[in-house]
């Protein structure tokens, strides 16, 4: 499996930004995803998954709605639109694919739940 971030940026304050996992190696539709970052000096942060249909999602509570996953089973992509961005976002953001089996997306919060990785893609939040 393959996972490629995108999106990337250096934005300001109040901005907004859209990040891009485009997948291949494994059949899409057949898995959750979700979306970390991870800023300097701290752990990975769990930020949102959605199910294999995009019926489901979950957020991390700090988030507090500022942002949205979705995906298009089609196009082998998954998005995470990011609005109203501060500096404390500043971080390198990953996707990743939710670990094959029926698990509950209430439990997608954790790295262990996860197999495949992409390789980052910074975000850079300042004036």
């Known amino acids: 499996v393959k996972l490629v971030e995108s999106g990337g940026d250096l934005v300001q304050p109040g901005g907004s930004l859209t990040l891009s996992c485009a997948a291949s190696?494994?059949?899409?539709?057949?898995?959750?995803m979700g979306w970390f970052r991870q800023a300097p000096g701290k752990e990975r942060e769990f930020l949102a998954a959605?199910?294999?249909?995009?019926?489901?999602?979950l957020y991390a509570d700090s988030l507090k709605g500022r942002f949205t996953i979705s995906r298009d089973n089609a196009k082998n992509t998954v998005w995470l639109r990011m609005n109203s961005l501060k500096p404390e976002d500043t971080a390198v953001y990953y996707c990743?694919?939710?670990?094959?089996?029926?698990?509950?997306?209430?439990?997608?919060?954790?790295?262990?739940?996860?197999?495949?990785w992409g390789q980052g893609t910074q975000v850079t939040v300042s004036s």
């Open positions: 990743a694919t939710v670990r094959p089996g029926d698990l509950s997306i209430a439990r997608m919060t954790s790295e262990k739940e996860y197999d495949y």
């Open positions: 190696g494994r059949t899409f539709s057949s898995y959750a």
């Open positions: 959605i199910s294999w249909s995009g019926g489901s999602t």
